[in-house]
């Protein structure tokens, strides 16, 4: 079945950097793109940005623009989004999404979430 | 960015009872090329990931059970469970994919039983 599984939680100081991956199962890999949305404690999701598998080309919502990469290792069927620069306001569950559409659409399939946490 | 305002907050059904829940978006997220609107909904348990429910404002994903209905059009999103039940109770969120790449998420609406 299609599933995307994702890296264990993270602690982090201020300052830092953050690598989560999510590794993709039961479907053609680069025939779909890989969004990342978070989601802090209590607020609705806030999406972030998205790859296109197929040829790696990345894009970012403009207030992440200068602290996200996304990227994929298309051999290992994993896609990776990495922060820096981290403060506390970037604690919150990072999923990574199949785009079922289209390339910027609807999510059908998420990871289970990857709990980022960023304290001193 | 396309805002989305979703109603209520929070709502408490009896089981068996229908649970409406509304969506605005700050601008028209129908395509007039295509006559679809772009939204989507999902629901959202405590400790997991949203789940998708409908697109394209009214199409039910596969698997998701027909007492899940998703209608309007332009701006104004209504999404009805027609009869609760108690797997039901979660946070029902909306989403635009008209204005990409900015996605947009509403608020959230809890449903509880009654």
């Known amino acids: 079945q299609v599933q995307l599984v994702q890296s264990g939680a993270e602690v982090k100081k201020p300052g830092a950097s953050v690598k989560v991956s999510c590794k993709a199962s039961?479907?053609?890999?680069?025939?779909?793109?890989i969004h990342w949305v978070r989601q802090a404690p209590g607020q609705r999701p806030e999406w972030m940005g998205w790859?296109?598998?197929?040829?790696?080309?990345?894009k970012y919502l403009q207030k992440f623009q200068d602290r996200v990469t996304i990227t994929r290792d298309t051999s290992a069927s994993t896609a990776y989004m990495e922060l820096s620069s981290l403060t506390s306001e970037d604690t919150a569950v990072y999923y990574c999404?199949?785009?079922?559409?289209?390339?910027?659409?609807?999510?059908?399939?998420w990871g289970q979430g990857t709990l980022v946490t960023v304290s001193s | 960015d396309i805002v989305m305002t979703q109603s209520p907050d929070s709502l408490a059904v009896s089981l068996g009872e229908r649970a409406t829940i509304n969506c605005k978006s700050s601008?028209?997220?129908?395509?007039?090329?295509?006559?679809?609107?772009?939204l989507a909904w999902y629901q959202q348990k405590p400790g997991q990931p949203p789940k998708l429910l409908i697109y394209?404002?009214?199409t039910r994903e596969s698997g998701v059970p027909d007492r899940f209905s998703g209608s309007g059009s332009g701006t104004d999103f209504t999404l009805t469970i027609s009869s609760l039940q108690a797997e039901d109770v979660a946070v029902y969120y909306c989403?635009?994919?008209?204005?990409?790449?900015?996605?947009?998420f509403g608020g959230g609406t809890r449903v509880e039983i009654k």
């Open positions: 039961g479907y053609s890999f680069t025939s779909y793109t």
């Open positions: 394209w404002a009214s």
């Open positions: 999404a199949r785009n079922s559409f289209g390339v910027v659409t609807y999510f059908d399939c």
């Open positions: 601008q028209s997220v129908l395509y007039s090329s295509n006559n679809k609107n772009y």
């Open positions: 790859i296109n598998v197929g040829d790696g080309n990345a």
């Open positions: 989403q635009q994919y008209y204005s990409t790449p900015a996605l947009t």
